[in-house]
């Protein structure tokens, strides 16, 4: 795209109003924060799931998550939960109000962990990942993107290769293929729901700028379309 086209298109996001976004309370964090997602698109197209932060001190993603509320992609059902982790997001902390890593405290492959990763007395144990897991088992969407920092690539494990490599390639973040992790998300999804994939998008650090939220809109666009058409 031209610098001109895309920065123009970058203003779009930034002040043009949402189109028919559908806004709805998931539940509330410990400390008792909302936590909201919003369905653009078409509500009978493919179903995708975009989450903006996970971890409290990765904030980078609720950025483009608010900027995917203002697109009305004709074929894609897009639920966006802009911050699952809003007490974590206030202390900018990695950590939910109890000291856990979401990302850690999901069933599959869970097992007891402190410290930076840890994983909470039992699986589920956390108020945000049951909200997570509830919205995912109901959309079950054909794709969940999860946005991270900082480590600039696109995490694939377990899932989709080809719709990952979509993204990368959209995105200009790096494919690569890392471990399974226990106890997260994505792990979860891919080894549970049958057809259907997650993975990761690990953001470089900071804040992305007008330009560079514009182009991961248009990668997780991509992705999605990617996403509709089943793997063989
Ligand atoms: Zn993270």
Not at 149 to 165: F, P, T
Request: hydrophobic letters at 45%; aromatic letters at 8%.
């Amino acid at each position: 795209m031209k610098k001109v086209a895309l920065l123009a298109f970058a203003a779009y996001l930034i002040l043009a109003p949402p189109l028919s976004a559908r806004t709805f309370l998931l539940g509330r964090s410990w400390n008792g924060r909302p936590i909201r997602s919003v369905e653009v698109g078409n509500p009978s197209g493919t179903r995708v799931l975009v989450v903006g932060c996970i971890h409290g001190n990765e904030t980078a993603g609720i950025a483009i998550a608010h900027a995917l509320e203002r697109v009305a992609p004709p074929d894609i059902d897009l639920w966006i939960v802009p911050d699952l982790n809003p007490d974590g997001v206030a202390a900018g902390t990695r950590h939910n109000a109890h000291g856990v890593d979401l990302n850690r405290n999901f069933s599959w492959g869970w097992r007891r962990m402190t410290g930076v990763y840890a994983s909470g007395p039992r699986p589920l144990s956390e108020r945000e990942a049951r909200i997570a897991r509830r919205l995912i088992l109901r959309l079950r969407p054909r794709l969940t993107i999860w946005f991270h920092q900082h480590l600039d690539l696109v995490w694939a494990s377990g899932g989709d290769r080809r719709v990952e490599k979509v993204f990368a390639r959209a995105s200009g973040l790096p494919y690569r293929r890392m471990p399974q992790l226990g106890g997260s998300a994505i792990s979860w999804q891919n080894n549970t729901l049958h057809g259907t994939t997650s993975f990761a998008a690990e953001l470089p650090a900071g804040e992305p700028g007008a330009a560079r939220v514009a182009r991961y809109v248009r990668a997780v666009l991509a992705a999605a379309k990617a996403a509709a058409v089943q793997s063989p």
